[in-house]
């Protein structure tokens, strides 16, 4: 069961205070992305948020578990109505995630 554009515009709107929420579709589901940076992902109707330390000490107790067969386990957020604890998670993932790498410019041709 894919996720509804609904729940995922009400889960963006729940943890905006984090930064630019952005979602890409991808398989049918969407990609969770914080002024730029991937940090999770919504499947079945349900928040999945990447697994960092930070994230660990933030919101202690999450489950773990994939978010579609074939991945690795994601923290997974249920209690998307409290929108601290999950802006908080969403701070301390992407403080401790990566810079997104530069894109690189496609050459016109001449």
Do not use: H, W
Not at 26 to 49: P, R, S, T
Not at 72 to 80: A, G, I, K, M, Q
């Amino acid at each position: 069961m894919a996720s509804g554009k609904e729940f995922v515009e009400f889960c963006m709107e729940q943890m905006k205070g984090a930064g630019i929420i952005t979602n890409k579709r991808m398989f049918g589901e969407y990609g969770l992305y914080c002024n730029g940076k991937y940090f999770g992902a919504i499947c079945e109707d349900q928040v999945f948020v990447k697994i960092t330390e930070a994230g660990r000490n933030a919101c202690p107790g999450l489950t773990e578990k994939p978010p579609y067969e074939g991945r690795n386990n994601y923290f997974l957020f249920e209690d998307v109505e409290d929108t601290e604890k999950l802006t908080e998670l969403v701070m301390a993932t992407c403080r401790e995630l990566p810079e997104p790498k530069p894109r690189k410019r496609k050459k016109k041709d001449e």
